[in-house]
């Protein structure tokens, strides 16, 4: 019995000391956090993703609590998590309109003459590195699907020899586009729809020869559009997102059908 | 001073903690997809079993042995070193913020892992003095370190292969797992 009391006192003791102990440490090594940096880790979606560019959500958290990042930091969050941010953070949120990955090229199977070499590991950046061809376009989409590797959300799938996203699942973290090895994927406005699907910057008449669905330069687009939206550039015509009104007049008139309406893919 | 580094010794390669006497396995396997990453998780861990064999050595002979309570030391531990890491971690956020960061959340996960409470446990058992619990929990923990920094290693090349499709994941990790453990069997003939 005596040892079964004293075995009691000694543990309650030590519990004792040691629960003083950490009181005493926590008040002694307290250290200010900002509330507001909790605060604003709560509203972040919380995928660690990496996609702001810092080491997960409460990196990034951190930084903007610091203000170092800004409120609209978080591209995978949008809208209503920037303002949530911005009412703790004090600031009128920018409006930031949320981006989905877009892939510029429509260099499917049958519409180019696939007359690749290039036999090695079904890599898309491996297969840029080699130098050899993979279809006869140099500039198209090489279809292994690099991009769809690193996609978070399986929002990307190689169908017929080109990447395509799915709208409705990206999220425009941004990590396909770092992917691409041809530089094929941009981020475009979630609203907008009208953009160029091809990236080919050769001349008219080398770009027929190897696509049949590539842009040519031909400027019919340019001279279509009421706002000055769509502009030609090393003979690739490309869409100002900010400016276009979706009127889609610069689609009916490309005689190679590059300008595309993108609609959302069933995957 | 030849019998601390036999402890050392035979505490990291001969009866080492992960693949020798299966202790922290699910940090073993749950921390080694990186190999920076179970770096860090090594380096906390020496940190924290070198000072948890310590104060572990220190209560169990000025406390608990001289009361007669030693059938109370499994508890008694795993009370002080939760604590302990309690206090090395607010320590480290006040005084070396540099560590805290490099550490991060490891040093909290560590509290849960049974090889620290299994060091403090057979140092007892083995009868070591102090210093001798002090370098043998060192020794166990850059067991452990060298353990789990292989076994990334290992896993970041896995990654790499062709796999059939039923070993891919967890599988081939345990079958690595299992093949790091009989080769560190053959330090068992260091022993002497």
Redesign the interface.
């Known amino acids: 019995m005596q040892i079964i009391i004293a075995t009691t006192v000694v543990l309650a003791l030590i519990g004792l000391v040691v629960g003083v102990g950490l009181v005493y440490a926590g008040k002694k090594f307290h250290v200010e956090v900002d509330e507001r940096e909790t605060a604003v880790r709560e509203c972040l979606p919380g995928n660690n993703c990496g996609a702001c560019g810092y080491a997960g959500c409460d990196a990034v958290a951190a930084a903007i609590a610091r203000g170092e990042a800004p409120v609209n930091a978080c591209p995978v969050g949008g809208a209503p998590v920037t303002e949530k941010i911005g009412a703790i953070m004090g600031v009128s949120a920018e409006a930031q309109e949320k981006k989905v990955a877009f892939v510029r090229c429509k260099g499917s199977c049958e519409v180019t003459h696939n007359q690749g070499n290039y036999i090695g590991i079904p890599d898309c950046r491996a297969a840029a590195l080699s130098g050899l061809n993979v279809t006869d376009c140099d500039y198209g989409c090489l279809g292994f699907g690099s991009c769809v590797q690193v996609c978070p959300q399986h929002a990307i799938k190689v169908v017929d020899g080109v990447a395509v996203v799915d709208r409705r699942k990206c999220i425009g973290c941004g990590l396909c586009v770092k992917a691409c090895p041809k530089g094929l994927i941009e981020l475009m406005p979630e609203s907008k729809h009208v953009a160029v699907q091809c990236s080919n910057k050769d001349r008219g008449p080398q770009v027929k020869k190897v696509c049949s669905a590539g842009c040519i330069g031909c400027m019919l687009c340019t001279r279509q559009c009421e706002v000055g939206a769509i502009t030609v550039t090393n003979n690739l015509a490309h869409v100002e997102y900010e400016s276009c009104v979706q009127c889609g007049k610069c689609a009916e008139k490309c005689p190679a059908k590059v300008i595309t309406m993108p609609v959302r893919v069933e995957v | 001073m030849k019998s601390l580094i036999l402890i050392i010794v035979g505490s990291a390669l001969i009866h080492n903690v992960v693949l020798n006497q299966f202790l922290g396995i699910c940090s073993f396997l749950g921390v080694s997809k990186q190999i920076k990453a179970s770096a860090s998780l090594g380096v906390a861990v020496i940190f924290v079993i070198t000072i948890a064999s310590a104060v572990a050595s220190l209560l169990y002979d000025y406390?608990l042995k001289p009361?007669?309570?030693d059938f109370?030391k499994t508890?008694?531990f795993i009370?002080?070193i939760a604590?302990l890491v309690?206090?090395v971690e607010?320590?480290l956020?006040?005084?070396a913020p540099a560590i805290y960061t490099a550490l991060g959340i490891y040093l909290p996960l560590i509290t849960t892992n049974c090889a620290v409470l299994g060091v403090a446990l057979t140092n007892v058992q083995n009868g070591y003095n102090f210093i001798e619990c002090v370098f043998s929990g060192f020794g166990t923990a850059v067991g452990y370190t060298l353990a789990i920094v292989l076994l990334a290693s290992i896993r970041t090349r896995i990654r790499e292969e062709d796999l059939p499709e039923p070993l891919r994941g967890a599988p081939i990790v345990l079958i690595a797992a299992a093949l790091m453990s009989i080769a560190f069997m053959g330090f068992s003939s260091l022993a002497f």
């Open positions: 406390v009361l007669g309570m109370m508890i008694v009370l002080v604590a309690q206090i607010m320590f956020k006040k005084t």
